[in-house]
């Protein structure tokens, strides 16, 4: 049966009055918990990032970008580094949002995040646009911010966006679901060798290294993060075996070449922020052939080098995460089985 409000298939049936919440979503990992939870129903707006699952295409979009890698014009990574500084400076936002379009659609709820400017529309911006709506219309809808620095709060996100939407028993099958792919990787991992030293550079231009969930799953997969390390949580003890969410990382970090260098990384990601597989890739090429420290790396030289799509796996706080850990578990143990079939990456020889 299908409800004759809102067009739902699920959850209306025999009701009277429709409590379907009508969600937006400025925030790609969001857009991506929700549908693994079973809400693409509750969709009516979307931001210009929100691509996957892949058909959202008619869901309407409310954001824009100010600033676009576009290698081919000459706008590398390095110029995005500063086009990004520089629109930050002057707009104080890297987006644009259309407040008008956003009243129209009606929202109950207003999924965004307040973790990091570069990668969604600033928080003054949706307030603003919120007050707006409630001068409309007389009700302003409910503003949710997620903002996870680990991969268990990426976890609690999942639930926080199920009892916004109403799917409280979705989202906790989801978890579970989620929380079992990691454990089960996890178990491949040997906890009483010293693994390899991972470089994992989030942008290339200039060089940042991994912070938060990412450094958090280098470690949980074997490796050494030295730049950038985990440490234990106040009263956490060793923070090892089931305790091991209780070892957090700080935020993504700019490192000079020079120190990069001096840890002599065995094993290295290539995983630029908001980039492709392609683009990761032209920028891999860019570094090989810029870098005059490039060849002098453990890893270039025993080919242990690795170009990832970090706008898909790692970038995004949301369920493909457990991909990610799969296949970061698999590539740096030898287990090739871990590795999912469709995941995006290519070795750099």
């Known amino acids: 049966m299908v409800c004759g409000l809102c067009g739902a298939k699920r959850r209306c049936e025999g009701r009277i009055v ?16 929700l549908c693994r939870i079973g809400g693409k129903e509750n969709f009516v707006g979307r931001s210009h990032e929100c691509d996957w699952p892949t058909d959202l295409s008619a869901i309407p979009v409310l954001t824009g970008q100010r600033t676009v890698y576009n290698p081919a014009g000459g706008i590398d990574s390095a110029a995005v580094d500063a086009r990004v500084r520089a629109s930050l400076d002057e707009a104080g936002s890297l987006y644009t949002l259309d407040a008008d379009l956003l009243a129209d659609l009606a929202p109950d709820v207003i999924l965004t995040q307040d973790l990091c400017d570069v990668c969604c529309i600033d928080m003054s911006s949706v307030r603003d646009a919120i007050a707006k709506i409630g001068k409309k219309t007389g009700h302003e809808p409910r503003l949710i911010a997620l903002s996870p620095e680990t991969f268990e709060g990426v976890l609690d996100d999942h639930l926080t966006v199920g009892t916004a939407a109403g799917l409280e028993a979705e989202a906790a099958q989801a978890v579970f679901d989620l929380r079992s792919r990691w454990i089960s990787a996890e178990s491949y991992v040997n906890p009483y060798t010293e693994g390899p030293v991972v470089g994992f550079l989030e942008w290339t231009d200039p060089l940042y290294v991994a912070g938060h969930w990412s450094a958090q799953m280098i470690e949980r997969a074997g490796g050494r993060h030295p730049l950038n390390e985990c440490v234990p949580l106040p009263n956490s003890g060793a923070a090892a075996g089931m305790q091991a969410g209780q070892r957090v990382a700080g935020k993504s970090i700019r490192v000079p070449a020079e120190a990069f260098v001096a840890t002599r990384p065995e094993a290295l990601v290539i995983c630029p922020c908001g980039l492709s597989l392609e683009q990761a890739w032209d920028e891999t090429e860019r570094l090989r052939d810029t870098a005059e420290w490039w060849g002098g790396l453990p890893a270039v030289r025993t080919g242990r080098v690795a170009v990832v799509d970090g706008s898909a796996m790692f970038n995004r706080p949301g369920p493909r995460l ?15 089985s871990l590795i999912p079939d469709d995941f995006p990456w290519r070795e750099f020889k």
């Open 322 to 336: 457990a991909d990610a850990f799969e296949w970061l578990v698999g590539w740096l143990n030898g287990r090739d």
């Open 18 to 33: 429709c409590d379907m919440k009508r969600v937006v979503s400025l925030l790609p990992s969001a857009t991506e918990i």
